[in-house]
């Protein structure tokens, strides 16, 4: 068989005629759901399973531990420049529109809770991948929106702070 055959099973370099498509492939023909075609295993120490790479920089990793795994990517303030605090969370955080919805591949599952991509482009680009008018379909990281989360109740927490100043103030007179 092939990698694209569903009665295929195993590892595969898939090189298309033209070269320009190459995936490497894991597939199994288990349709019960009782075996995983991964399994990525660390004998006896905690560390990084997989490392991420871009032009041989380390740019994220998988790693484990024996209290759970996590999922990292590079954050080191010495790769950074024009470090400045997020100023606007609570209008992003306003912009945002989160929504429940059903996947079409699915339609008998449970909602589940999310964000349309196309929608949080403007908001948080660096969040999203992909473009609204290419056949390929969009993508959220939702980590990528933890800082504007973090920066909007940061903005709620002292505008809670100052009101409670402002009616202590008020009460004492």
């Given at each position: 068989?092939?990698?694209?055959?569903?009665?295929?099973?195993?590892?595969?370099?898939?090189?298309?005629?033209?070269?320009?498509?190459?995936?490497?492939?894991?597939?199994?023909?288990?349709?019960?759901?009782?075996?995983?075609?991964?399994?990525?295993?660390?004998?006896?120490?905690?560390?990084?399973?997989?490392?991420?790479?871009?032009?041989?920089?380390?740019?994220?990793?998988?790693?484990?531990?024996?209290?759970?795994?996590?999922?990292?990517?590079?954050?080191?303030?010495?790769?950074?420049?024009?470090?400045?605090?997020?100023?606007?969370?609570k209008e992003k955080l306003?912009?945002?529109?989160?929504?429940?919805?059903?996947?079409?591949?699915?339609?008998?599952?449970?909602?589940?809770?999310?964000?349309?991509?196309?929608?949080?482009?403007?908001?948080?680009?660096?969040?999203?991948?992909?473009?609204?008018?290419?056949?390929?379909?969009?993508?959220?990281?939702?980590?990528?929106?933890?800082?504007?989360?973090?920066?909007?109740?940061?903005?709620?927490?002292?505008?809670?702070?100052?009101?409670?100043?402002?009616?202590?103030?008020?009460?004492?007179?």
């Amino acid at each position: 068989g092939t990698p694209n055959d569903p009665s295929t099973r195993g590892v595969y370099y898939n090189d298309d005629a033209g070269g320009t498509q190459t995936h490497f492939v894991i597939t199994n023909t288990v349709t019960d759901g009782s075996h995983s075609p991964v399994y990525i295993n660390r004998q006896g120490s905690d560390g990084s399973l997989i490392v991420f790479r871009r032009a041989n920089d380390d740019k994220g990793t998988i790693s484990v531990a024996s209290s759970g795994t996590t999922y990292n990517t590079t954050s080191d303030r010495r790769l950074k420049d024009n470090i400045t605090t997020i100023t606007d969370g609570k209008e992003k955080l306003l912009a945002m529109n989160p929504v429940t919805h059903t996947w079409k591949a699915d339609p008998d599952a449970p909602a589940v809770h999310g964000f349309v991509a196309q929608e949080m482009q403007s908001i948080v680009p660096e969040a999203v991948t992909g473009e609204p008018e290419s056949d390929e379909m969009m993508s959220i990281d939702y980590g990528r929106i933890t800082p504007v989360i973090v920066a909007a109740l940061q903005d709620a927490l002292k505008e809670i702070e100052e009101l409670k100043t402002r009616i202590n103030e008020l009460e004492a007179k």
